[in-house]
């Protein structure tokens, strides 16, 4: 992998955390602290979508299966490191939640990086013999 792609990576990462956190910091009451069928249904499709879209990073960039954990990492480290921040700060960084959401979006999070490294694991024992 080159320094380029690895800088892009962080750099898209970064990005996409960015976005992610403001959404959630905005519309989380809606999502953490609804109905049973709201939340599960959104944390069920959160990590989906999440995973798409790295998926869909990597295909654009034209990665070989063979670098899809260590890029996967690159794309989800910003994001790791700045979720624990926001989560030992969470009524100053999400005022609008409850604290007692911050488990649940916790959850959210476990969830999404679960999913999107566990991924790159797939796709990249699917390709070596």
């Known amino acids: 992998m080159k320094t ?11 990005i996409i955390w960015i976005v992610g956190t403001i959404y959630y910091a905005n519309y989380g009451p809606v999502i ?18 999440s995973a798409g879209l ?7 960039r034209h990665f070989a299966p063979a670098y899809w954990p260590s890029a996967m990492l690159l794309l989800a480290i910003p ?3 700045g979720e ?9 960084f999400m ?11 916790g959850a959210f999070l476990f969830a999404t990086y679960a ?10 024992l699917r390709a070596t013999p």
């Open 79 to 81: 994001g790791m490191i």
């Open 32 to 49: 953490l602290e609804t109905t049973t069928l709201r939340y599960w249904s959104a944390f069920a499709l959160s990590p989906i979508v």
């Open 95 to 105: 005022p609008k939640l409850h604290a007692t959401s911050g488990g649940r979006y």
């Open 115 to 124: 999913l999107v490294l566990g991924v790159a694991e797939v796709v990249t």
């Open 4 to 14: 380029e792609d690895a800088a892009l990576l962080l750099v898209l990462g970064l």
């Open 84 to 92: 624990s921040v926001v989560l030992s700060n969470l009524s100053r």
């Open 54 to 60: 790295c998926v869909a990073i990597l295909r654009w």
